[in-house]
């Protein structure tokens, strides 16, 4: 009798599922060899002083011309420009280190992001070619994926966040003032290798939803909307930091004011913001720092928060194909329907900080009026609109996922 399921009478070979199957194992592989051969690539470079920052030496002061400069640059490893500061950081009692928080963060070793990156894609590397059942492998090969997606998470912010420190002292200097350091080769290294680790996660994430073809639609949808969720939330964590948030002009009536060494306004950048949020008890009314960068630092976390849980339902999708206990994994992902907590959270405190952010300026306010002239919203308005498209999709995963897996429970149950 003659198969009903047309790919049944293809040549195996030939088969459309084996071989887009075949094909992402076949990315995967390469793409762990890739970061494989990176990370190593990264160990050797930073044993070897190749440099984090170009810092500037012997800075020159030119009042009669409004400038400032430097003799010039020199290239530093990270023996040189980072070991003592961090070394001196690490002996702080834990409100000073909390003062410090993102400002370290540019000097952190990658020491030890090379070596879990080497760890997770040398594992992936070695268990991706093995024939083993759906059951087994897309549980194993999901898990090494979103090791791997957190390394590239954690490296891809601590470059982002230098970027964005790296950023702010740039463009609010003067006309004619040069910067005081340049990034150097390490920086770029350590924020390519972590784009390259969130680009293996995000192979193998896309790589398990094709082994959900046996499995509900609940769990399909479930699927999407957690990548969905992890995807958005990865933008405001990864990507808001490197736009800045407001302007702020600068008073140039004022008679000390030089245009030349002055910056004529100032673009406020994520990662300042949350530096000034650590710095908050140094203010002395916190309650303007607490309702604008402090709520940015809290919609933040609550980003973050929302990445960690939904990387825990893309796991424990995966785990639905395990026979006979795979529903009741199933039952556990329909959790997400919570997040809607966080999303309304965010909203909220999003909506709090744009409407109060004109209050920086002002005598009580972070920037003092008697240097700054005005205020103005500048281009990031990344946060808002991620929020109210994570609102969309949680109303889809209600509509398609959590409400059919309700109407299942009720029905099996009306029938016991």
């Given at each position: ?17 084996r071989?887009?199957k075949?094909?992402n194992?076949?990315?995967i592989?390469?793409f762990s ?10 160990l050797?470079?930073?044993e ?7 810092e ?5 002061y030119?009042?009669s011309e409004?400038?400032?400069?430097y003799?010039?640059?020199e ?10 500061e961090y070394?001196s ?5 834990s ?14 070793p ?9 760890i ?5 590397l ?35 966040i230098?970027?964005s420190?790296?950023?702010d ?11 005081s ?19 293996l ?8 939803n094709?082994?959900?073809d ?8 479930s ?6 969720f ?10 808001s ?14 008679s ?6 002055d ?22 009314d916190?309650?303007v720092v607490?309702?604008?960068?402090g ?16 990387l825990?339902?893309i ?10 206990g ?12 919570l ?7 965010s ?14 300026l002002?005598?009580?306010g ?15 308005w990344?946060i ?7 609102l969309?999709?949680?109303f ?14 009720l ?6």
């Amino acid at each position: 009798m003659r198969p009903s399921n047309p790919l049944l009478v293809l040549p195996l070979e030939e088969s459309p599922i084996r071989a887009n199957k075949l094909k992402n194992l076949v990315a995967i592989i390469s793409f762990s060899s890739f970061i494989v051969t990176l990370a190593i690539a990264g160990l050797v470079m930073d044993e070897s002083g190749v440099p984090w920052f170009s810092e500037g030496v012997g800075p020159q002061y030119d009042f009669s011309e409004g400038s400032k400069s430097y003799d010039y640059y020199e290239s530093q490893d990270w023996d040189e420009c980072c070991e003592q500061e961090y070394a001196s950081y690490s002996y702080l009692d834990s409100d000073l280190q909390q003062e410090q928080s993102t400002d370290i963060t540019s000097i952190t070793p990658l020491t030890i992001y090379f070596v879990l990156a080497l760890i997770f894609a040398s594992i992936l590397l070695i268990i991706a070619p093995i024939n083993m059942p759906n059951y087994a492998k897309m549980p194993i090969t999901t898990l090494l994926g979103l090791a791997i997606t957190t390394v590239g998470i954690f490296l891809t912010r601590k470059f982002v966040i230098t970027l964005s420190l790296y950023f702010d002292m740039s463009t609010n200097l003067g006309s004619n003032s040069e910067p005081s350091n340049y990034l150097h080769v390490m920086v770029y290294f350590g924020g390519f290798l972590g784009l390259a680790c969130l680009g293996l996660g995000g192979l193998v994430i896309s790589s398990a939803n094709r082994f959900l073809d046996s499995v509900s639609l609940s769990s399909r949808f479930s699927f999407d909307a957690a990548t969905n969720f992890l995807l958005f939330s990865l933008i405001v964590f990864l990507v808001s930091p490197l736009f800045p948030i407001a302007y702020i002009s600068t008073d140039q009536s004022q008679s000390s004011f030089d245009e030349g060494i002055d910056p004529d306004s100032i673009h406020l950048y994520p990662a300042k913001a949350l530096v000034i949020d650590d710095q908050s008890a140094n203010y002395e009314d916190s309650d303007v720092v607490d309702s604008t960068v402090g709520n940015y630092a809290l919609v933040e976390n609550l980003f973050l928060a929302i990445i960690w849980i939904n990387l825990g339902i893309i796991m424990l999708i995966s785990l639905t194909l395990i026979p006979r206990g795979g529903f009741v994994f199933e039952w556990a992902t329909q959790i997400n329907i919570l997040s809607i907590i966080l999303i309304i959270l965010s909203t909220t405190f999003t909506t709090i900080m744009y409407v109060n952010l004109p209050k920086i300026l002002g005598a009580d306010g972070i920037f003092s009026d008697e240097t700054y002239a005005s205020f103005s919203y500048n281009i990031n308005w990344i946060i808002p609109i991620v929020c109210l498209t994570m609102l969309v999709i949680w109303f889809k995963l209600l509509v398609k996922s959590y409400l059919p897996w309700m109407n299942l429970m009720l029905n099996q149950s009306s029938r016991v």
